[in-house]
């Protein structure tokens, strides 16, 4: 999974959903509030110790009705993507392999 890399990226502010085209051939639809939830940063995660544990898939199938919107998406480098929230929160680094195990049908397929 690892090696899966992303063709298309679109944030659709309407929808709150992050899109991703992979080129395997996969669609996901990660929901904004979903992956706020999940922020993989050292404070979100609760410490070091946490680092590297994958996303709550239940929150990404479930995400909370927060009204969150993605205010700005930067790549960073070309191994991951870097968001600015609506919460003001923005140390969340998001690679690849994170979000792509944060879409709960990716097991399901």
Known sequence: MSSVRPTAVTADKKQRLLMIKWDDGVESRLPFSGLRTV???????????????????????????????????????????????????????YTWSYLRSADPEVGER
């Open 39 to 93: 922020c993989p940063c050292v404070g979100c995660k609760g410490g070091h110790d946490s680092m590297g544990t994958p996303p709550d898939l239940d929150v990404m199938r479930n995400p909370p009705d927060d009204g969150m919107v993605m205010e700005q998406v930067q790549a960073v480098g070309s191994y991951a993507l870097q968001f600015l929230w609506s919460d003001g929160h923005d140390t969340g680094i």
